[in-house]
């Protein structure tokens, strides 16, 4: 089965740095977002709280906003519209979702504290245009227009009876994950994609964007600026020529297992050009050195780390935090009977303790997205207990 990826609530930022989204559903009072529908109840037994289907996609939706705010750094909120609306399905394969900047900008005044683009007369996102020059460029334009499958849940032949998963973690067999498509899609919000037209090769008002200032066709030594039209358009479908040439991703290529070539990571270019998945995102075979996949690869696996991607930010201009993928045992852990002395209970998704006693001694817990206790957790006189979340190790 192939799912391929083309490309309000305030949520404050959890510390200083940290970035702030707001986003704004678009769907009717009855549908995407909004439907009253009875929930996932595989979704709300692994953690997610909503009691409609909508509230569920709304609590994974924002769930992955929270997860990028602790990844990017902008004193600017992030204003993101998103809906659920007709895609590509059928049977065998579908489009999940796709996402990308509402607006460009160049050549900018920067509020103080900020600065002007790192390359002149180029164009940049809205949201990464708004970081750079700690201001918002357009407030009248919302940042990243966001829009996922909707047929996805429905009983007809979209997919067959695979399904919308809705909580955090791996889907289950038989379901297709709305958070990691969430994360996937909000990467390219941000500025995973180039705004060249990769059918013809043809700029915006014929000018670079930032993508593309980092974009080298290895065969022909060049880089995507350095190119004619009819260059780049060949460009992007010269599979394992299009490479990634920033620094910080270069950097960071002994974390890779494959997916390299001549020192550089490959990008998406097959000999088919694939609209709006050629050129803006990773190739494939980019894999770290346990053979899991990269977020920003064009098809979903359930393994998808980010290590790479992160660098590529930073190459972009984001003050991205590094690669913090988590390596702890357990996906979930399960804690339950006495608990004595110093323990720390660490899981990528989360720590549940189920009816246990904090009996003495100093007990903690670390998960991605969240800690849980059943109903007859104590922590007995003397006992200490802490609990920390950070969805910043949980992918």
Not at 143 to 168: M, P, R, V
Not at 187 to 196: S, W
Request: with cysteine; charged share 15%.
């Amino acid at each position: 089965m192939r799912f391929a990826f083309a490309a309000l609530l305030l949520l404050l930022p959890l510390s200083s740095t940290a970035a702030a989204f707001s986003v704004i559903y678009n769907d009717g009072p009855s549908e995407g977002f909004n439907d009253p529908a009875s929930p996932d109840p595989q979704s709300q037994m692994d953690g997610n709280p909503g009691t409609t289907l909508g509230e569920q996609r709304r609590w994974a939706f924002e769930r992955a906003l929270q997860f990028w705010g602790l990844r990017l750094q902008s004193n600017i909120t992030i204003r993101v519209d998103a809906e659920m609306n007709d895609l590509t399905c059928d049977s065998t394969s579908a489009v999940l979702g796709s996402a990308g900047a509402k607006s460009l900008y160049t050549n900018w005044i920067p509020a103080a504290g900020g600065s002007g683009p790192t390359f002149t007369d180029t164009w940049y996102g809205q949201a990464l245009a708004n970081r750079i020059a700690n201001k918002d460029n357009g407030p009248s334009t919302d940042d990243i227009g966001a829009t996922f499958n909707k047929h996805i849940d429905e009983s007809n032949s979209c997919l067959g009876s695979i399904t919308w998963y809705y909580a955090l973690g791996h889907a289950p067999g038989g379901t297709v994950s709305f958070y990691r498509t969430v994360l996937h899609e909000m990467g390219h919000g941000v500025n995973f994609q180039t705004f060249v037209d990769v059918s013809t090769g043809k700029r915006v008002m014929g000018l670079d964007d930032i993508f593309m200032k980092f974009l080298e066709d290895h065969s022909l030594g060049l880089n995507w600026p350095s190119m004619s039209p009819s260059q780049r358009q060949a460009s992007a479908t010269d599979t394992n020529d299009l490479h990634w040439t920033g620094s910080n991703v270069l950097g960071a290529t002994a974390s890779l297992g494959s997916g390299t070539s001549a020192g550089h990571v490959k990008m998406y270019a097959p000999s088919s050009l694939e609209q709006g998945s050629s050129v803006s995102h990773w190739d494939k075979d980019v894999d770290d050195t346990s053979g899991n996949s990269e977020l920003m690869e064009p098809v979903a696996t359930g393994t998808e780390k980010l290590t790479v991607t992160d660098e590529l930010f930073h190459d972009l201009g984001w003050n991205a935090i590094d690669a913090h993928n988590c390596s702890f045992a357990n996906d979930r852990t399960t804690v339950s009977g006495i608990l004595n002395g110093t323990r720390q209970d660490n899981a990528c998704v989360s720590v549940t303790y189920n009816s246990a006693t904090v009996n003495s001694g100093d007990t903690s817990a670390l998960a991605g997205q969240q800690v849980i206790f059943a109903s007859g957790f104590t922590v007995k006189m003397g006992a200490t207990f802490t609990a920390n979340t950070d969805p910043s190790i949980g992918l």
